[in-house]
T-cell receptor, first 112, second 110 residues
């Protein structure tokens, strides 16, 4: 089954404790991206990757890191989480310039 | 200007009603738009494409672009409780596939 898989789906952590949210896709997509979704603010792009070893900042990259060492994986790293990073996070992937993004089921992160 | 503007709602309608969801955009160069649907606790999924040249129909859903007023509309006929979701309009944007509106939350009441 074609899918984007994120883990963990739910996480409660404390300020400053490094965490990684993993994302993996099995559709051989070149493009991958991370979004956060907050009430009243909609989907905002954090980072994106056009292909392996190519990453770029989105609209809200502060406090996040990413890497793209393999085509299928695009982990999101929070080196020192803060409460303002409490949010619902989505990973997405697609072929370039198709307009159809495939989203994971989301990871709800709470930073205390 | 990157954004597509969308009324966040929430919008609550009785079952069977015709629903109209709208977005506005600023750049008339955009050639196509998308509508995504997001159920609660799920990721968004593509519902429909629509090109800037007119309407597209898919079952109970019709997507429409009015280039003169820069409006994108999604109409849902005979709305069902299963249509209750957040609907996001989106447009293409350079290297990043899409820029999303903030979404309109729709509730269809049985």
């Amino acid at each position: 089954e074609a899918q984007v898989t994120q883990n963990p789906r739910y996480l409660i952590t404390v300020t400053g404790k490094k965490l990684t949210v993993t994302c993996s896709q099995n559709m051989n997509h070149e493009y991958m991206s991370w979004y956060r979704q907050d009430p009243g603010l909609g989907l905002r792009q954090i980072y994106y990757s056009m292909n392996v070893e190519v990453t770029d900042k989105g609209d809200v990259p502060e406090g996040y890191k990413v890497s793209r060492k393999e085509k299928r994986n695009f982990p999101l790293i929070l080196e020192s989480p803060s409460p303002n990073q409490t949010s619902l996070y989505f990973c997405a992937s697609s072929f370039p310039r198709t307009g159809e993004l495939f989203f994971g089921e989301g990871s709800r992160l709470t930073v205390l | 200007q990157k954004e597509v503007e969308q009324d966040p709602g929430p919008l609550s309608v009785p079952e069977g009603a015709i629903v109209s969801l709208n977005c506005t955009y600023s750049n008339s160069a955009f050639q196509y738009f998308m509508w995504y649907r997001q159920y609660s606790r799920k990721g968004p999924e593509l519902l429909m494409y629509t090109y800037s040249s007119g309407n597209k129909e898919d079952g109970r859903f019709t997507a429409q672009v009015d280039k003169s007023s820069k409006y994108i509309s999604l109409f849902i006929r005979d709305s069902q409780p299963s249509d209750s979701a957040t609907y996001l309009c989106a447009r293409p944007s350079g290297n990043t596939p899409l820029v999303f509106g903030k979404g309109t939350r729709l509730s269809v009441i049985a």
